[in-house]
């Protein structure tokens, strides 16, 4: 071979290699010829299933089977579909796939079949017996639009959607990286060719480090195919919720949260069954449990539309919990194409992370919010005190302790204003007893207290003083009431005997149920019930001078009787914080005692009694006057 064969050679291959590149297809046309293989591997899918069908129609057809019988198992030939489904036929035939989708925090399911987020796994959550966290039952949620097709109701959780492009069985994003993917319902031509220009989408985009994620529902080229005088879709959304907790809250249950759009939260029934129409726009909607939620979220608000909340009577499943479903409207175009925004919300209902996103879904944690103090105490100070003592890593034992301890620390002035009171009040009544001595007839009872209100007024002493400042006590008493039960921070978290500071501690199982009362024994509850007692006790021997009304005595000693019954299947946390109060203000009580010398007080006492009176205000006068006036008419 000579020189210029071997030139000719190379410039024949530099030539045939530079072809090769310029004519090697761009990224774009690669993508879209893996769509369109997609597309076309769907459809041979398809057409093979229904080849088989054929077939195995076509041996049945050749046995003796009765003719009602072959009628029926004939009725899902290609013309019976294309005859209930119309241009939707192609679609009703298929394998279902399920596809993984896993961020930092939840695990999700989506089926091809339905095109809809089929369940979710909370992954940083167990149940109370240590089995993974799964929101709803897989086999019975449902999602998905409903609407006119040519004469025929559509439901396209029926379906089978195909992905837009090349989807993994199996994806994970973390961090703060995202991944987008669609999976597409097509309709068909009259031949059963999928027209790629006309379909439904459900697009998805997760997040590596987040419980919300973006959903987003495109109609394209739907003109011809929806009923042209319909101007929305149904949308409908239903799950069976799956027990995750041993106890059931009666005060923090499930149910179905809504907010209004621009207006408030508000909630349906936990204890039974409940429906209710929706006529105003609403925000979101949250299929609640006791400490998870799952959330739609409209970017443009839903209107007219249905909520229902209830229990069947056969239960699907061991670990059955309650029945939600929403159903809304949600407007469209056929005349071109029609995007509608949502966000779904998967995870716990842990206060900042639900106020983070600035929707008002930390309304759905019950801390009080019908009454103002209560939502207020807890908020800005109750959750930010406990959010930071935990954030030490301590046992949350510690944590109430230490809160405990702080709030009695703030209450201690109004504590040491009560025992005060309470101590005046002591030193007064050998003189109180000696009036009613001097009026022991009832028609004298308006003379009685008029001197005894008298001998206050010398004293310096106000009977109400004690009261004022307990009631100033009573909503933060309320506002622990709901903040311990709702508090997911305390949910499996043990301290001493309790396994679980958010549900019941037991330290004994009785053979029979007990009304009101249950069949285990709670001793954090116990405990709690008899240092009331005694703190009723010692209150009762401190206030010495007041004079009760008939029964009220009884009654003091037998709220806490009623509350071991009611708090016995309560959260431990709450009962193990009542009780470390009880202790506190026993302290405090001794050492008020010997801090105030009752001898100098009575000194004290004594000396204003020397004062002179004080100018009576007009208003006392005239109540002074109108009690003369009564005494003289009861006289004549």
Not at 519 to 535: E, K, Q
Request: net charge neutral; hydrophobic share 40%; aromatic share 14%.
């Amino acid at each position: 071979m000579n020189k210029n064969s071997i030139i000719g050679f190379i410039l024949i291959a530099g030539i045939m290699i530079g072809y090769t590149y310029w004519m090697a297809p761009s990224e774009e046309e690669i993508s879209k010829q893996h769509y369109a293989d997609s597309i076309a591997q769907v459809q041979r899918q398809k057409n093979e299933a229904l080849a088989k069908s054929a077939e195995v129609l076509k041996l049945e057809s050749q046995t003796d089977s009765p003719p009602s019988e072959v009628i029926q198992q004939t009725s899902e030939t290609y013309s019976d579909l294309k005859n209930k489904y119309d241009l939707f036929a192609n679609a009703a035939v298929g394998v279902e796939q399920i596809y993984i989708i896993e961020n930092d925090l939840v695990k999700i399911e989506i089926s091809n079949k339905g095109g809809y987020v089929k369940t979710v796994e909370l992954k940083k959550y167990e149940t109370y017996d240590s089995l993974p966290v799964i929101l709803f039952n897989p086999r019975t949620s449902k999602f998905g639009l409903s609407f006119f097709s040519n004469n025929r109701i559509i439901n396209t959780e029926n379906f089978y959607f195909t992905p837009s492009e090349f989807v993994s069985p199996n994806m994970f994003v973390s961090g703060t990286n995202s991944l987008s993917f669609s999976f597409r319902l097509y309709t068909g031509t009259d031949k059963g060719i999928i027209n790629s220009n006309s379909y439904i989408e459900y697009l998805y985009k997760i997040t590596g480090n987040n419980y919300l994620f973006d959903f987003t529902i495109n109609i394209v080229g739907m003109e011809g195919v929806i009923s042209s005088n319909s101007s929305y879709v149904d949308l409908n959304w239903f799950a069976d919720l799956r027990q995750q907790e041993k106890t059931i809250d009666q005060f923090n249950g499930s149910t179905i949260y809504y907010k209004y759009y621009q207006d408030e939260v508000d909630y349906m029934s936990e204890t039974d069954d409940d429906e209710e129409q929706i006529t105003t726009k609403l925000k979101w909607v949250s299929f609640k449990q006791r400490f998870f939620s799952s959330t739609i979220i409209a970017k443009n608000p839903f209107s007219n539309g249905k909520l229902k909340v209830f229990e069947k009577e056969n239960p699907p499943s061991d670990r059955y919990l309650k029945s939600m479903e929403a159903d809304f409207e949600l407007p469209i175009n056929l005349k071109g194409e029609t995007s509608i925004p949502f966000s779904f919300y998967f995870g716990p209902n842990k206060f900042y992370t639900l106020k983070s996103y600035d929707l008002d879904l930390e309304r759905q944690i019950p801390i009080g919010w019908g009454l103002f103090i209560l939502a207020w105490i807890n908020e800005y100070i109750v959750i930010p005190t406990f959010d930071w003592l935990g954030g030490y890593g301590w046992n949350y034992g510690i944590v109430i302790l230490v809160l405990t301890i702080m709030l009695k620390i703030l209450l201690f002035p109004i504590a040491y204003k009560t025992y005060y009171s309470s101590a005046k009040m002591r030193v007064l009544k050998p003189e109180v007893d000696e009036l009613s001595k001097k009026y022991p007839k009832k028609e004298d009872a308006m003379k009685k207290q008029q001197a005894v209100m008298g001998l206050y007024k010398k004293a310096g002493a106000n009977p109400a003083a004690g009261c004022v400042p307990m009631l100033l006590q009573m909503p933060i008493l309320f506002a622990m009431f709901r903040f311990f039960p709702a508090s997911i921070e305390l949910r499996q978290q043990p301290f001493l005997w309790a396994h679980d500071l958010s549900s019941y501690d037991s330290i004994a199982s009785l053979p029979f149920n007990i009304p009101f009362y249950g069949d285990h024994v709670s001793l954090f509850t116990l405990l709690m019930t008899v240092s009331t007692i005694m703190y009723t006790y010692l209150n009762n021997q401190m206030m010495a001078s007041q004079t009760q009304m008939p029964g009220m005595k009884t009654m003091m000693y037998l709220m806490p009787i009623m509350f071991l019954g009611i708090f016995n299947s309560y959260a431990s946390g709450l009962s193990y914080y009542y009780f470390l109060a009880n202790v506190i203000t026993f302290a405090q009580m001794f050492v008020f005692r010997y801090a105030i010398n009752e001898d100098k007080l009575r000194a004290k006492i004594e000396l204003n009694k020397k004062k002179p009176p004080k100018k009576k205000s007009a208003f006392q006068k005239r109540l002074e006057e109108a009690a003369r006036q009564k005494s003289s008419g009861k006289k004549h």
